[in-house]
């Protein structure tokens, strides 16, 4: 078991060197000169070349990128992921100042994904072939092919405008968060949601359901002690995984709803050519997804004995 | 399977709808509404304030909110107000500013001559694009004569300094402090919070020298979406907004309790022609094809069909008050798709099968790129006029700001679509920054007309009495509209804002930048 966990930490590393090189080469690689940008948002008036070419050599940009890459990495190494061109703080400062707004939207997102999904998922498989069921379907259908911006407008009509009950944009509030987070966890829950329906069916079809109808279990017992335990297996997996989206996947979410996140850091960091912001964003984002799916399978031993003693019948 | 059942499935439904109005109840309450005397909230873009220090301008540029105020102010007509400085001398190419007595800084500390010389100072060091390379200060430019005096002497003579310093970049600031932490100024607003990306709060300044204003406060709230501002005006989270979207301008208007105001033109969407490109974008070097260009496009369409009738018909490349009576002197483009035909006949363009036109082989195409605020819907409207005469068109949409800069300082444009804002009161700042050959922009090279031109820029630049500037600049603009054929005016555009109908006293200026919000009063 230590074994495994350290194989699949050491693994992770060469994954974090991946993830640092097409970071970096992506965001330098787009059109856009960030002295260029430093330059004309400081003032009204084009800039001259000097001036220009002043703040290149200030900001390095003159070194060739192998060179950059590797000051950077190895400032990476030691937790030091340079300074923003555009408000020349420490990246990780600035990160570290827009992620709880990102990670209280995505708790909340996936309390509400979860609220939705599990009942849904659990409903739709114990009246399989129902209208409820063939609803539960339409609308996981309609949850995941509906664009978020579009989803999140149209909360914001009902919601804002219409019953005046949440406020269209910002953070202030106690409700603020709720129209983000549902615009984002209504997509997870209906992954979510399709995954418990599948799962109950698949477990419900096993013997030791059979046999604890069988003992005269209620089907209520039967469904949420016996049959939900071993169906939310995969799902508790999936959820892991579904939380690292909802981190890095709440971009287009932040914009709409001026939610001040690390999603929105990157859109303005992209527009500005921050490289430093950009590529410590990604590498950011990786390390917490990698991490989160590491947690995932790490979790999924630790919940399904039967992957334990699998392996410790192969070992042995 | 299909006959399982939970026992009471009733209930399980009625817990998620709990959880959800549980949800819904925990939001009550945390809809912000405006209406509250004497409090406004704007809705603005995204905040592009610069945060760095000595090059910070927080609260004054890009969206200047009256902390600080320059010595003098820019009317909506362009001129030049007392505010700070209550009058001006000039010696030789000295100029020399008398300071309004009795008027303090937000923290209680007198306004003198000093902070004058700080605030410029600062500007001096913290300079890197370039701001000062046309107002031409120095570290040793500002001399305190007393506590109310003081003298600003240029590197070099500059008498259109008075026009220049009037613009939001040059606001006093109070000695020792740095507005990238807290600007400090004399204005009718202090600062009492600022949050990146989120908002900027203000109150009212107890200790103005003027007339107080009627907002007790006043908070910007940055919201870049132009729909979600729409939205929070709507729902009444914000009592105003700026920017208005052109296309939503009309729905505003029609829905009751808001209002909808447009201000004067204050920039013109043009069309910057590549005079020097090289192949393929080599085709604008006649004269003929240029002229057929502006020809082709009906202007009136566009701002009627396309931008939903805001807009104005206009010749020049900045507001018509800059030029005063001397606008008349440029007569820009008609609209006359028979005359611009011929001129392509005559240059050897004939008519190919599909519509096109060839020359010598070579299909006549141009490629177009503008700035990322123009939709695709003007792009191609310009497109399809220039079809009508048979000149195709290419468009390189540009996602953002950045991608745009870096195509046009490539060279690989032919057409490229603009609108500069008109933020100071000098007449020949336009002309001289995009097109004067001496000017240090990296676009110029692109767009100078040459050395008649720069005579004229020259002697525009030297001149003492605004009269003959704004002539200059006239004649400038005639040659660059008229003759040459190397810009053409579009239309002006008129900012538009939105808001509550109890916001009151409201006057837009032409120049954001220049926009009074101490006048402003909300209620019934």
């Known amino acids: 078991m230590k074994q495994f966990v350290l194989i699949r930490i050491l693994s992770l590393f060469p994954l974090w060197i991946g993830i640092s090189v097409l970071a970096f080469v992506l965001s330098n690689l787009a059109p856009g000169d960030p002295a260029t940008v430093i330059a004309h948002r400081l003032s009204d008036v084009p800039p001259s070349e000097e001036q220009i070419a002043s703040i290149r050599r200030e900001y390095h940009l003159d070194d060739p990128m192998p060179v950059r890459y590797a000051r950077w990495l190895g400032g990476a190494a030691r937790g030091d992921l340079g300074r923003s061109y555009r408000t020349k703080e420490p990246v990780f400062n600035e990160l570290a100042a827009h992620f709880p707004a990102t990670l209280q939207l995505a708790c909340v997102a996936l309390v509400i994904a979860l609220v939705i999904a599990l009942p849904l998922g659990v409903l739709a498989a114990v009246r399989r072939g129902s209208w409820l069921d063939h609803g539960a379907r339409v609308g996981a259908l309609l949850g995941a092919s509906l664009p978020s911006y579009w989803l999140g407008y149209l909360l914001i009509l009902i919601f804002a405008l219409g019953t005046g009950w949440l406020p269209v944009a910002g953070r202030e509030g106690a409700g603020a968060a709720v129209l983000p987070a549902l615009t984002l966890g209504l997509g997870t829950s209906t992954t979510l949601a399709r995954l418990t329906r599948s799962s109950l069916l698949e477990v419900l079809g096993e013997d030791f359901i059979r046999t604890a109808r069988a003992k005269g279990l209620s089907e209520w017992a039967v469904v949420w002690r016996h049959a939900l335990r071993g169906a939310l297996i995969p799902v508790l997996t999936v959820t892991g995984i579904a939380f690292g989206h909802l981190l890095g996947g709440a971009v287009i979410v932040e914009s709409i709803f001026a939610w001040p996140g690390i999603g929105n850091l990157l859109v303005n960091s992209i527009y500005d050519r921050d490289y430093p912001m950009i590529q410590g964003f990604v590498l950011f984002m990786g390390t917490v997804f990698t991490l989160l799916s590491l947690v995932a399978d790490l979790s999924y031993l630790w919940i399904d004995p039967r992957i334990r003693l699998a392996k410790k019948r192969r070992e042995g | ?524």
């Open chain 2, 1 to 524: 399977m299909s006959d399982l059942r939970i026992r009471n499935p009733n209930s399980a439904i009625r817990h998620v709808l709990e959880l959800a109005l549980c949800f819904i109840l925990l939001a009550c309450g945390a809809s912000r509404r405006v209406g509250g005397e004497q409090e406004l909230i704007v809705g603005a873009r995204a905040d592009d304030y610069v945060v760095e220090p000595l090059k910070s301008k927080l609260g004054m540029y890009p969206l200047n909110v009256q902390i600080c105020e320059p010595l003098v102010r820019i009317s909506a007509d362009y001129r030049i107000e007392p505010l700070l400085a209550t009058r001006w001398e000039r010696h030789g190419d000295t100029w020399r500013f008398f300071l309004r007595p009795g008027v303090v800084f937000s923290t209680g500390q007198p306004l003198t001559g000093e902070a004058v010389r700080y605030t410029f100072s600062r500007l001096v060091k913290g300079d890197r694009a370039g701001i000062f390379q046309h107002v031409y200060l120095g570290e040793n430019s500002i001399r305190v004569m007393d506590d109310l005096t003081v003298d600003i002497t240029p590197e070099r003579p500059n008498q259109h300094l008075l026009e220049q310093i009037g613009h939001a970049n040059y606001g006093i600031i109070a000695p020792g402090t740095e507005p990238a932490t807290e600007p400090v100024g004399t204005g009718p607003f202090r600062l009492v919070e600022y949050r990146r990306g989120e908002w900027l709060k203000l109150e009212r300044n107890e200790r103005y020298w003027g007339q107080h204003p009627n907002l007790r406060r006043l908070t910007f709230r940055f919201l870049p979406d132009d729909t979600t501002r729409v939205l929070a005006l709507q729902a009444g989270e914000v009592g105003m907004i700026l920017d208005a979207p052109r296309e939503q301008a009309a729905t505003l208007r029609a829905q009751s309790g808001l209002r909808v105001v447009e201000a004067p033109v204050g920039r013109v969407a043009s069309i910057f022609l590549n005079i020097h490109g090289q192949p393929p974008y080599d085709l604008l070097a006649s004269k003929d094809l240029r002229r057929a260009v502006g020809l082709a496009i009906d202007r009136r369409v566009l701002i009627e069909s396309v931008w939903e009738g805001n807009g104005e018909m206009i010749s020049t490349i900045g507001p018509r008050a800059m030029l005063g009576e001397h606008a008349q002197l440029v007569q820009g483009f008609s609209h006359d798709p028979q005359q611009a035909a011929q001129l392509l006949g005559q240059e050897g363009w004939t008519p190919s099968a599909d519509g096109g036109r060839v020359r010598d082989g070579r299909r006549l195409t141009l490629t177009v790129i503008a700035w990322p605020e123009f939709d695709t819907a003007t792009l191609e409207f310009v497109q399809a006029q220039l079809a009508s005469v048979g000149i195709e068109l290419q468009i390189v949409k540009s996602p953002d700001t950045a991608s745009y800069q870096a195509r046009i300082e490539s060279g690989e444009f032919d057409l490229d679509l603009e609108a500069p804002n008109q933020n100071d009161a000098n007449p020949i700042f336009l002309p001289a920054l995009r097109f004067y050959s001496k000017s240090t922009g990296k676009t110029v090279r692109f767009f100078a007309p040459g050395s008649r031109f720069d005579e004229i820029i020259e002697a525009g630049i030297e001149a003492d009495e605004r009269d003959e500037v704004t002539r200059r600049s006239a004649e400038a603009q005639r040659l660059l509209i008229d003759e040459e054929a190397i810009i053409i005016p579009l239309a002006g555009l008129r900012r538009i804002y939105a808001m509550q109908d109890d916001v009151r006293d409201f006057s837009p200026h032409p120049s954001l930048l220049n926009q009074r919000w101490d006048i402003i009063s909300v209620g019934q």
